[in-house]
């Protein structure tokens, strides 16, 4: 069994640093987020604190007294080496350092992160953190780990996996699922990552069953050749998106500021991983478009780069033909055949040569064969469909059917049409909030 193991799905969990006067206090936060898995009957939760006989409805112990698959450490920088000591002697698999104030707070931060990873070295334990946002994690039985600092949030169950070592980005990325009605499936801040690393927790998800899609924020990457050799592996099977902070001289600055890491050159990064298979969006915007592209079509075929925009809306689909261009897609004109059998069903005006607009004219059982003609288009890769305000039902039957009858990936743009996205999104098609961030969604897992 993997240590991961520990991280992921643990059995038992030790809390340090939990308050008895302030329960807003972070460590008091975190212990309530892990009884919440303990009142699910999934879990074991530990309180360790000097005053234990003092706590009330809680497990409490003034030292670990047992082996403990989870330390969760909440405890100043200072006392941080005393606290994983305690765990590390009680046989903890995995602890999670969640304080602040170690490698990106200057030399005597750096020493007590250094303390840190050689405490946890010398007794086998395996370091998460420090200054991190802790873990989250669907168990089998559909109730979840909430081994982090954040509270109230959106837990919708899914097949992302995200690893950061940004805990402010990693309150944006749940903020972003829950948003576009995504699903997690794990959650692992890693901070200044001074001994587990993005590239040990990626290889772990690579295997595991409840993640299809991995994403991931990194200010640096500590081991390339390890990463890309990893991630080349895991992405025959599973997308893997990452989104690369420290890209300029201002970034790379602000990298080290922050997790006490340097990042390294982009360029280098970018081409190795690319020719691993990785996704490297930019932006946040196309990062999280990728994820929604690349979840929505994970085990299906990849697209080619030639695609058909469907339309009812003339001028984004204007916009979605030079977003293609520019992505390296072509909008080929579709077959004699393909016009053919599109002319027999709409009004002579529509357009039919690509993009295909349909019309707001189009009669309402003309939508299924005209958009079943350009799915089956021998030159047609792929879809994208635009509608803006034409709330027919009948478009999103026709495209939902006929992506899912074709296996030719699809995205959407879709405004002021709840009919027809509520059939498109039921589909599993993901949705834009603009024609050129479709297109970009649909590049990334061409």
């Known amino acids: 069994m993997s240590v991961l193991d520990a991280l992921f799905n643990p059995e038992s969990i030790a809390v340090y640093g939990a308050s008895l006067a302030d329960p807003d206090k972070l ?87 250094a303390d840190l990873v050689g405490i946890a070295g010398e007794g086998g334990t395996r370091l998460i953190g420090p200054n991190c946002m802790g873990v989250l ?76 899609t991995i994403a991931v924020f990194s200010e640096s990457i500590r081991d390339g050749r390890r990463f890309v050799d990893v991630t080349r592996k895991i992405t025959v099977d599973k997308p893997v998106v990452l989104l690369k902070g420290g890209r300029s001289v201002g970034g790379t600055r602000a990298a080290m500021s922050h997790t006490g890491s340097l990042a390294g050159s982009y360029r280098t990064t970018q081409a190795a991983l690319r020719r691993a298979g990785v996704l490297m969006p930019t932006g946040s915007d196309e990062f999280f478009d990728a994820v929604t592209a690349a979840d929505a079509t994970t085990g299906r075929p990849r697209g080619g780069p030639s695609v058909a925009i469907v339309t009812v809306s003339g001028g984004p689909s204007v916009l979605a033909c030079d977003a293609a261009e520019s992505a390296g897609l072509r909008v080929p004109v579709l077959t004699d055949r393909t016009r053919q059998r599109l002319g027999a069903v709409l009004p002579h005006f529509a357009g039919t040569s690509n993009p295909v607009d349909l019309t707001p004219q189009c009669p309402a059982d003309g939508f299924s064969p005209a958009v079943r003609a350009v799915y089956d288009d021998p030159g047609v890769d792929g879809v994208i469909a635009i509608n803006c305000g034409l709330d027919v039902p009948e478009f999103g039957h026709a495209v939902a059917a006929a992506a899912a009858s074709s296996g030719k990936p699809t995205t ?35």
């Open 412 to 446: 959407a743009f879709l405004l002021d049409v709840p009919q027809v996205r509520q059939r498109i999104v039921a589909a599993g098609i993901p949705c834009f909030d603009s024609p050129e961030r479709a297109v970009r969604g649909y590049a990334a897992w061409v």
């Open 137 to 212: 994690s669907r168990f089998g039985n559909g109730s979840w780990l909430n081994g982090s600092y954040f509270w109230d949030v959106p837990l919708r169950a899914g097949s992302i996996a995200f690893v950061s070592q940004s805990g402010a980005f990693g309150g944006m990325f749940l903020s972003e699922l829950d948003r576009r009605s995504l699903g997690l499936s794990r959650f692992a801040s890693l901070g200044n990552a001074a001994d587990v690393t993005e590239t040990d927790v990626i290889e772990w998800l690579g295997r595991d069953p409840a993640t299809r």
């Open 27 to 113: 460590g008091s936060r975190l212990l309530a987020n892990a009884r919440a898995a303990q009142d699910a009957g999934q879990i074991s939760v530990t309180a360790v604190h000097p005053k234990a006989a003092e706590f009330e409805d809680a497990h409490a112990v003034p030292s670990l007294d047992r082996p403990t698959d989870l330390a969760l450490i909440s405890v100043p920088a200072a006392a941080a080496p005393a606290a994983l000591a305690d765990a590390v002697r009680a046989g903890a698999r995995v602890a999670v350092v969640l304080s602040s104030g170690f490698g990106e707070a200057g030399p005597r931060g750096a020493q007590l992160q």
